[in-house]
């Protein structure tokens, strides 16, 4: 993927390869390969993987990051349906790729 002219290696899955090169320009291209435009209720999901990530060193599957949201950000963004709004069809596999993240480990 090229992005502001750079190269940025991706792995078979579309995540990158070097966390450290994740920046905003590199989440909204991952972003739109899955049509989504990132808005204030996205960088709130995508601040929260990547503390999540931060915490405990591995990419959240879906129950973690609903259990998650519910307590950092309250009952109504902690739940399956408002994250899959955001991030279809699988919340925590493509919140964690346009986040810079690995893919967690047993989302299909």
Request: negative net charge.
């Amino acid at each position: 993927m090229i992005v502001a002219g750079h190269d940025v290696p991706l792995d078979n899955d579309g995540h990158l390869i070097d966390l450290e090169q994740w920046n905003t320009q590199i989440a909204q291209a991952l972003a739109a390969q899955d049509n989504i435009i990132l808005t204030n209720e996205h960088w709130e999901i995508i601040n929260l993987i990547q503390e999540f990530y931060r915490e405990y060193q591995i990419s959240p599957a879906m129950r973690a990051l609903v259990k998650y949201a519910e307590r950092k950000l309250g009952a109504e963004k902690g739940k399956s349906i408002y994250l899959l709004q955001l991030f279809p069809p699988s919340p925590a596999r493509i919140a964690s790729k346009v986040a810079g993240l690995p893919r967690p480990t047993n989302c299909l």
